[in-house]
Each structure stands twice: as C-alpha cells, then as structure tokens.
C-alpha cells in the first residue's frame, strides 16, 4: 500500500533536524518494496515536478525556480533516490531509466495529473527517460542542460569508486569522508560558472548535509551508472512521444550543450533546443524567467 507521511525520517538516512535549519519542508510517499520518497510542494495550478542534477538534492529547486514556478503550477520537487531524504537500494536504483520509473510511480501515488517534467542535468537524464518510458503519463518535459550520451566524465573518476560494493562504503566513510569535505563545495561553485552562486543558494543551501557519505556512495553509484544508461537512452531518444524542450547555456562548462542538447535534440522527435547565450550549467539560477515560459508552454492551449 502506497502512504503518503508528512514529518519523519526515512530509515537508512538519519537526519538531525536542529543541525541543518535551511532544509526545505518534505512531505514523503512509502512505496512498496521499501522505496521512501521525500518531496516539497508549493503552488496552485496544474502539476509540474522538479527533478535535480548531481550532487544535489531538492533545495537545489527550492532555493532557485520552484517560487516562480509555483505562482503557476502545483509544484513538486522530489529528492531522487539515494539523496536528500530519499531512500534507494544499494546498486541497482542508480541509472535514470529506473529513477525515472520510481519518481513515475511516486508521481502516480501523489495522484499527479500529467505534469510537466522538469530535470536538471543528471535529473534531466531521468526526465528525459520519463518521456521515453511513460509519454502518456506527463505532459512534456523541459531538459535542463541534460546529460545525453556516454562520455568519461569528472564524476566518474572522483566518485565512482564508492558504488564498489563493501570497499566504496568504507571509502565515503574514512578517505573519501575527508575528500568529501573539500571537493565538492569546488564542483558545486564551478557549477555556475561564469556567473557566481547565487548569494542566497550560498548562504542557505545545506552543502555539509548534502555530502553525507549515503548520499555521495548514491552519487557515485550514479555515475557508475551512466555509460549503460545513456548508451541506452540513446538507441531510444527517436522512439520518443512525449514533447521535449531543451535549454541549456552555450558556457556551460560541466555538460557540453553541442555535444548532449544540440544531438539529443536532432534525435527526438520534435524536440525544441534553446541555447541560452552566456549561461553555464546552472540555468534554473541564471535564467528562472525562461524556465517558466518553457514550463507554461508544455500546457494545452
């Protein structure tokens, strides 16, 4: 049976409320097989969900679109699985076609109407599987400087050691515990660039709590994930059904827009591809304005 618990805290990933004030309000839905799923909601209107990228976690939504997004839409952001106060299963909840299949059920569970999808980098990844995995349940999907297609990346070398199972639990939790205090506020700032973190995502987003050692062994096991999953998605990216915008910045110096959004884009079938010149990676920051008119226009006329 499918619960929806407002408060609490998932097993697996214990949190000390009093030690992080700035975690956004979650809301979460208990899905059989163990599943938890936590989410925030804001706003009125048809339904639109938020998916975030890689080392992050719902805030990464809270504290940049979802406001303006809310003044139109009911508005869910979703912690994915492994992060935030989300709950996976070690090793095989990792690739986006089966995050896109638990945040589809969770979705259903909450009893959304057809959302429009929106996904950051990773989270577009697993937007864009949605669309492929279940057209009919969304009403379109606006990418966000998405991950496309197979490539080595950065993460992978930094983090996916901790998806080896035994040796990367011990590595999150002593070498790479200390690692993880130091590398990740660098990625999180290269992020944005060439603009700056925004003031207030730098002075209330929760980046200790964020690289906790469950939720950086999930983001390596993420990346593992990804060359299977992406070559994946791929071979299907002309089978898709569902309606597909796609905006990323023509700095973007984590995830090359000519390479992932310009090709996926070519691929799916009427996909529109926006380049947004002088932004990096972090478009839900740079340009809020144009993800909600992107948004607004995967609604019926």
Known sequence: MLQLVQGGVPPLLPL???ATP????RRFVDMPGGHRIAYTEAGRGPDLVLIHGALLALEDMWLGPMTALARHFRVIAFDRPGHGESTRARLVDASPWRQAEILGDAMRALGLTRPVVIGHSFG???ALSLAMSRPEAIAGVVALAP???PELRLEQVLFGPRAVPVAGDALAHSAGAAADSAMPPLLWRAMYLPQPMPPRVAAEYPFAWTRRPGPMIANGEDAASLWPALTRSALRYATCRAPVHI????ADLVVNPHLHAA????LI???RDDRLPGIGHMVHHA?????VEAARAMLPA
Not at 247 to 250: H, K, P, Q, R
Not at 287 to 291: E, K
């Open 16 to 18: 000390a409320r009093a």
């Open 22 to 25: 700035n975690l956004a309000p």
């Open 124 to 126: 577009g990844a697993v």
């Open 147 to 149: 991950i496309c297609f």
């Open 247 to 250: 905006l990323a910045g023509d």
């Open 263 to 266: 090709n996926a884009a070519r």
């Open 269 to 271: 079938p009427g996909a």
């Open 287 to 291: 340009r809020i304005d144009a993800v």
